[in-house]
Each structure stands twice: as C-alpha cells, then as structure tokens.
C-alpha cells in the first residue's frame, strides 16, 4: 500500500475526543526564557518533557515539542502587526489522557493570553518536529499530515495518528475569551484567551537528573543547569530545543567535552555510548536522527514499506575524528579507574555490540581515512566533505565554510588529535580484548601517520597578509557595515583559513576554530599567539565585539563571500554561546602550562580578559543557540537571531552544548 494511501485510511478512522485525565500535580522541572518576542517555558516530569514556544509579532505561531518521538504541535496563524503579543497566564501543567483507541498521550495544559481582535488561523501540523521544520523552511510535507479540525462550541480539537497508526497527536484549544467565526477566533474585547492542551503519543524518554547527570558536590539551581537537564536523558542528549530535539553525534560528543569536569560518570558514558551505539558498519558517527514519524517518511524513500526504525544520517565528517579525542579524555585523562574504563568498554550498546568492539571500528576507520595524506601529504589528499555535500562540520549551513570542501578544523586539528588518541587508547591496552589480527596491522604505524598530519595539515590553511593589505581590507570593511575603524593592525596577519576550495586555495575567512586547537592540544608559542589574535582585536579587525565573539569575519573575503557571512546569516558574523566556552577553556588550559614564552602567556591573559567581558555581557543569552548584534551610536549591542528581517532561520532557547556556559557561573 502507498505511504499517502495508508496514511488516509488512518486519517478517516478518526473519532470523537477522548475524555482528560486529571494534572500531574508533581512537576520535577519548569522554566521561562524569553527572547526577544518569543516566549519559551520548559516543562518536564516523569512521562511528559514538553517545549512551549509562543512566537509574538508578525509572524504569529504557538508550538509545543516533546522530546518523545521528537514529535510537535504547531499552529499558524495570518500575519498582523509586530505590537500583537502571547502572554503564558500561570504555570503550565503535565497532563495525561487516552486516545481514542485507549493509548497512552503525555503533553500540557496551558492558557495565553494575545491582544488582537481577530486570529485567523493558517495551517497546524501534529507530526515529527522535522516535519514542522521543513514547514517553516517552505519545504514540501505530505499532504496526509496536515489536520483538518473538529469544531463544537468554543472549542477546537486537531488530532491525527501516526502514519503507522502506532500512536497518535492531539492538540485542543478552548477559546475561554472570545468566539469561534469560520476559521477565525474572535475577540470581545480586544484580547482573546485560549486554554490549549498539547500532547504525543510517542513514547517517553527516562529523564537523567541530580547525581545520574552532574557531579554530587553541584548543587547550583541555575537556567543553564536547568536547560542541561531538560536537554539530558538516560537514552541520549538532545542537540537542542525547539529545533534539534533529538539526538546529534556532534553535539553530544563537543559538549561531553566541555562539560567533562563537571559532568557525573554515568552522564558522560550515556553520551558516548549514545554515539558508538550509532555508528554504521564502517565506523561512522552518525551526525543525527529521524525518529517517529519522520523515521517512517525516510525509510519511505527506499522502501515502499511502513517503516519506524530510527534513520541515521551520515553526511558529516567532524562527529568520526571527535570521537576517539572525546573517549580518550574520559577514559585516559579524568581519573577514571583502569576497572571502570574497562567496563565502559565491555558494556553492550544498543546496536548488541561492545562499546570496545563499536570503538575499534571507528578507530581503524580514521587509521585508513588518514593514511593516503600522510604517505603523500597535499591538499587533494585531505579529508574532504562527501560528495555533493556542502556542509559536512559544525558550521553545516550551505555556505558555513564559504564553498570550501576541505574544513580547517577536522583536517588541521581534529584528525591529527583524533590520531594522537587512537594512539594513547592502543598503548593503554584497553583496546587489546577488542583488535584482532586482521586489524591489529592498522594501530602499528599509527605515529608515523599522526607526526605527519602534524607537520603538514595546518600549513595548507595558512594565510598571511600583509599589513598596509590588511588595514585596507578592515577600513574598506568597515565602511561597508557603517562601524567606526579605531584599530590597526601593527603587523602582518596570519591565520588559518576556514576551509580549502577544490583547487586547493584558502577561504579567507577569519574564525574560531583555532579555540579547538587550544583545547585539544599543547601547541608551540606561534601557533598560540596565531590562535588568539582575532581575539586582541575588536571586530572587524578580529572577532571580539560587544554583544560577544563573532564566529567568522569575512573581512579579507571576496565581495561573494562576505554576502554569505553578514550578520543575519546562521554561521556567518554571530555569535555562538558554545564557541565563546571552547575558547575560554582552550585559554585556561593554555595558561596552565609552564613552557610557554612570557609573551605568550601575556596574550593570553590579554585575550582572556577580552572574551570574558563579553561573556559576561552576554550572559542572558548563554543559554541559547546564536545570536547576532546591531550597531547604534558607535556600540555593538545584543539582538536576537531570527527576529530581524532577513535572518535565514531562528535559534533555540535551549542548545546542549551552549550549557557549558554554567562552568563559568561556578566559578562565580
């Protein structure tokens, strides 16, 4: 039977509304974060984790997502002016009921408040949150997902099953002030007031909190340690919320990583097992999920059967090289006893494997990826994004790394780390009950391999200007953005580019990647002071501003490029909340060696002072995903991405590895 077959003949099997259970009266968690005309609350207890998002302005929207399924409820409704407002009245409340066919449903109970006359309503999806995702991206959906509404009194009901018929999606909404007229809600006095219930029947996720996540001596109660635990499950960690609530190898692995000295043993090996327990056969980490309903519209691509087993994407690079660094460090370097690193690796996954046999397969994976560089080291042979692939790390937008295809930071900093850590876990012998003779030949060259992706990668990356050339390029530049020019550069520039183009040549993208090599490595004094001299200049000069440290500067770009990294764009002149961290740690890890030149720990310290200052300025935001910045009266000042015309998307309100940023409020 075909997908959109199947899924009407579950569409007409609709019944009536099912009777509600009473709230949940015991809540383990719940929060606010307002951003800009967008108000978030976070709600999460035994069975129900839910993400309210009330869009104010223009563009008017309510959704609710549920990390169960990575499942959502989302209704449109026709533009009106900016001045139009959601106010959350109380407190949301977990709440419980049946479907029609009995099954269990977890979701919220909540009333809003907006003063309009008139909500005309445009579309509303109950689906996989991808699925709303590629809605918001005016990307095609099925047709069998959108969900005609039942309409009785005061009250409207939207509800539909999965396409599998396997659970099902309700959202109600009881218009308390105001009426129903056609497709419109009506006001009677100039604001209406709705109580919505939203909920999935996807299955729910087993909350990690308290000691199961962060180390016992923490008992800090902030909005950071609140987002890491709504974002934290015994299953997985989730990349971020509304957008990314599910699994992503990436993410989980950066911000196991940063998170490492103040995260539990149980915590971190949730992680990491999360990732070895989705690597493909040849080692892979996967970069992210299709679960639910979005696994089911995947498979559907490739096979005309009804389908619900997690789909895995493959597409990027960086997640392979992250994962023996990130391993290493917790089973090497953090104290962990050589027993309870040996039972981590005997432990079976979800994929009925060891850890130890799922990580030596990646390990050899990365020992034959790296080999045909180091025997003849020049650009072609460098680790390349895949075919037809245009993103392929964490900069994954179209044009993160400006058309390039060899990125900086997995060839110049993650592989050769990633090699150093295959050694390090191969002398331990932790590896030796999981290599066999076939492959135990692939660890014996191992260090001839690493010393000369050491001595080669990062040279193919470097640029170097000259003075008066770089004063033009920052002048002209910032000219260009009306942003006054009270610097020079004293000196030639050298740094390292964003990426390779296909012939080889350097992007001339000023970045943050460099904060990579300050926390995965001991480099010399040079490639020190190369890393941290974006951050002793303010931008356009180099990467520091106001509102925080920009992720890229295209000031020494071509016209082309630099329209592709202006302030609206996702990986282009914003700033990163978990990109600020990785630098700040990188520095303080620097600072705490002893063989570094006088001059090179007073950079560092000046470098230092200048990225925590604007940390701190931008502390109301660490939380989140981006943000961008304005410029008025000779200042950079804090805007929030996707609310300013021409943002290419929005941002999440609460982004995993942006939590990092509650180990500087422990510092405190």
């Known amino acids: 039977m075909k997908l959109w077959a199947f899924a009407g003949l579950l569409f007409l099997t609709q019944v009536s509304s099912p009777c509600f259970c009473e709230p949940i009266k015991s809540t383990e968690l719940i929060y606010n974060v307002t951003e800009g005309t967008t108000q978030n609350q976070f709600i999460r207890d035994k069975n129900t984790s839910a993400h309210i998002i009330l869009r104010s302005g223009a563009k008017l929207r309510a959704l609710v997502a549920f990390p169960a399924g990575n499942s959502g409820v989302s209704i449109w409704f026709k533009p009106q002016a900016n001045s139009i407002n959601w106010k959350i009245i109380d407190t949301a409340k977990p709440i419980s009921q049946k479907d029609d066919k009995g099954r269990d449903l977890y979701g919220v109970e909540f009333i809003a408040s907006i003063n309009t006359k008139q909500l005309e309503i445009e579309n509303t999806i109950l689906s996989s949150i991808r699925t709303i995702r590629d809605y918001e991206y005016k990307n095609p959906i099925l047709n069998e997902i959108y969900t005609k509404p039942q309409i009785a009194n005061n009250i409207i009901i939207y509800k539909r099953e999965r396409l599998d018929g396997d659970c099902s999606y309700f959202l109600y909404m009881e218009i308390i002030d105001g009426k129903i007229s056609d497709n419109s809600i009506i006001s009677n006095n100039g604001n209406i007031k709705i109580k919505f219930r939203a909920l999935s029947g996807e299955k729910p996720l087993t909350p990690l909190y308290g000691g199961k996540l962060l180390q016992s001596n923490l008992s800090h109660n902030d909005k950071s340690i609140k987002t890491l635990t709504f974002l934290s499950y015994k299953e997985k960690f989730l990349a971020g919320s509304w957008r990314f609530n599910t699994y992503f190898g990436r993410d989980t692995l950066l911000s196991i990583k940063l998170m490492m000295p103040i995260l539990s043993q149980n915590a971190i090996e949730t992680g990491l097992q999360s990732v070895l327990s989705r690597l493909n056969d040849s080692g892979e980490v996967a970069h992210e999920e299709a679960i639910g309903e979005y696994a089911i519209i995947e498979n559907f691509k490739n096979s005309p059967q009804i389908n619900s087993t997690p789909y895995f994407d493959y597409s990027m690079i960086d997640g392979n090289y992250l994962l023996p660094i990130i391993t290493r460090d917790y089973l090497l370097n953090n104290n962990i006893k050589l027993e309870n690193a040996a039972m981590f690796l005997a432990n079976k996954n979800e994929k009925g494997q ?116 770089a004063n033009n390029f920052a002048i002209q530049y910032a000219k260009e953005l009306s942003i006054k020019a009270n610097e020079n550069y004293t000196k030639n520039i050298v740094f390292h580019a964003i990426s390779l183009d296909t012939n080889g040549n350097p992007i001339n993208i000023l970045n943050s990647d460099e904060g990579f090599e300050l926390l995965f490595d001991q480099p010399n004094d040079l490639t020190i002071q190369t890393a941290i001299a974006p951050l002793l200049h303010k931008f356009p000069f180099g990467l520091i501003t106001d509102a925080g440290m920009v992720v890229a500067n295209p000031v020494f770009a071509d016209e082309k490029t630099k329209a592709g990294f202006n ?91 942006s939590s990092s940023s509650l180990l500087y409020d422990l510092k405190q």
């Open 354 to 469: 060891t850890n130890g046999s799922s990580l030596v397969s990646n390990l050899v994976y990365i020992i034959n990826q790296s080999q045909k560089f180091a025997y003849e080291p020049k650009y072609q042979n460098l680790i390349a994004l895949k075919n037809g692939k245009k993103a392929g790390q964490w900069r994954d937008s179209d044009f993160g790394l400006g058309g390039g295809i060899y990125p900086y930071d997995v060839n110049a900093i993650f592989v050769p780390n990633a090699l150093n850590a295959i050694a390090d876990l191969y002398k331990s012998g932790l590896l030796n009950p999981y290599i066999n003779q076939a492959n135990e030949k692939d660890f014996g060259n191992i260090k001839f391999i690493q010393k000369s992706w050491r001595e080669n990668a990062a040279k193919l990356f470097e640029v170097n200007i000259d003075k008066k050339s």
């Open 567 to 657: 302030k609206n764009q996702y990986h282009g002149t914003v700033i990163w909340s978990w990109q600020q961290t990785l630098m700040a740690q990188g520095i303080a890890k620097q600072l705490t060696r002893k063989d570094i030149s006088t001059k090179t720990r007073s950079q560092l310290l000046m470098a230092q002072d200048n990225l925590l200052h604007v940390i701190k300025n931008s502390k109301s935001l660490q939380n989140s995903e981006l943000w961008t910045w304005d410029y008025k009266n000779g200042k950079f000042q804090i805007a929030h991405f996707g609310q300013n015309n021409g943002d290419v998307d929005e941002t999440n309100a609460a982004q995993l590895w």
